[in-house]
Antibody
Framework: EVQLVESGGGLIQPGGSLRLSCAASGFTVSSNYMSWVRQAPGKGLEWVSVIYSGDSTYYADSVKGRFTISRDNSKNTLYLQMNSLRAEDTAVYYC???????????????????WGQGTLVTVSS | DIQMTQSPSSLSASVGDRVTITCRASQTISRYLNWYQQKPGKAPKLLIHAASSLQSGVPSRFSGSGSGTDFTLTISSLQPEDFATYYCQQSYSSAITFGQGTRLEIK
């Protein structure tokens, strides 16, 4: 069964650091694009970061320079290192596989599936 | 970044109704558009990818259409389990963006 399980969330003071983990099963993290998406309480979905299978990484402007996405292939686990946390980073953080389909013209269509259950990060003093 | 705008933001409908949700991109994104359903306290669930391809296991009452900048998600006959929030998402750009969501409520 393809599954993602996040951990590492909790209450942290502004300016602090936290590392989220996302353990994958049923597929290999290293050969897939993987991403983090967050959802502030009562708000919509916000993409945070993506790591490509070739190790290229991209970030939303709101977290660039503060968050780092990475993976440990030996543990089949995705990470999100979050530094200089702010109150506005409070959210449920989901990890998701950024899967794809290539059509006959060579176009790569990508989407988030599956998703983990999410882990809550609360930044507050 | 590409802005995704959904309309309406909320919608009241009855079981059996046909419902359409619209998503507009701020620039052309071809068919790089996905739809998700999210229920309270749960992770989003993929419904439609590449604008019109139904994800495996998703009921056929869900359908998607569109290309370029304008897209629609249609539910042909609402079922009780369809009351949820729906999001569109573009995968055209490496800066991925979601629509603000459409909350579908029971009338």
């Amino acid at each position: 069964e393809v599954q993602l399980v996040e951990s590492g969330g909790g209450l942290i003071q502004p300016g602090g650091s936290l590392r989220l983990s996302c353990a994958a099963s049923g597929f290999t993290v290293s050969s897939n694009y993987m991403s983090w998406v967050r959802q502030a309480p009562g708000k919509g979905l916000e993409w945070v970061s993506v790591i490509y299978s070739g190790d290229s990484t991209y970030y939303a402007d709101s977290v660039k320079g503060r968050f780092t996405i990475s993976r440990d292939n030996s543990k089949n686990t995705l990470y999100l290192q979050m530094n200089s946390l702010r109150a506005e980073d409070t959210a449920v953080y989901y990890c998701a596989r950024y899967g794809y389909y290539a059509d006959s013209s060579g176009n790569y269509f990508r989407w988030f599936d599956p998703w983990g259950q999410g882990t809550l990060v609360t930044v507050s003093s | 970044d590409i802005q995704m705008t959904q309309s309406p933001s909320s919608l009241s409908a009855s079981v059996g109704d046909r419902v359409t949700i619209t998503c507009r991109a701020s620039q052309t994104i071809s068919r790089y558009l996905n739809w998700y359903q999210q229920k309270p306290g749960k992770a989003p669930k993929l419904l439609i990818h590449a604008a019109s391809s139904l994800q495996s296991g998703v009921p056929s009452r869900f359908s998607g259409s569109g290309s370029g900048t304008d897209f629609t998600l249609t539910i042909s006959s609402l079922q009780p389990e369809d009351f949820a929030t729906y999001y569109c998402q573009q995968s055209y750009s490496s800066a991925i963006t979601f629509g603000q969501g459409t909350r579908l409520e029971i009338k």
